[in-house]
């Protein structure tokens, strides 16, 4: 997946990314050169979470599987880049139209629920305070 960013938000988006190298929640532009997945969180993240709460959603998901998209925990019930918990989700993720657990491993729909769960209860599902 490629993500287009602007021109105009070019600069941000390099300030960003060069921020979170030098305190060490993402890997310098040069190392993340071949890691597409890492990319591809940074890409999904930056299309769904809102410039205000976006560098607090990469540290989350840093925190939670590392910026990897098909990461699973607690079992395999906590799946994707901000380790949605399924069965306690099951509710809020049918009504969004997810119908298969494995549809939160595209870095999108997992970072479109936690979004979604963020506006609902702030930071409290991830018991975390980025």
Known sequence: MRCFVPRSARPAA????????????????????????????????????PGEHMVNAIRVAYLESGLTPTARGCGGDCIGLFQIHYTANRRLIASM????????????????????????????PWGVEP
């Open 14 to 49: 390099i300030a960003l990314l060069a921020t979170l190298s030098l305190v060490g929640f993402w890997p310098s532009p040069q190392a993340m050169a071949n890691e597409t997945p890492q990319a591809d969180a940074l890409a999904a993240i930056r299309e769904v979470w």
């Open 97 to 124: 139209g997810i119908e298969n657990p494995e549809e939160l491993l595209d870095p999108v729909v997992n970072s479109t629920v936690a979004y979604r769960l963020f506006r609902e209860a702030g930071w409290t």
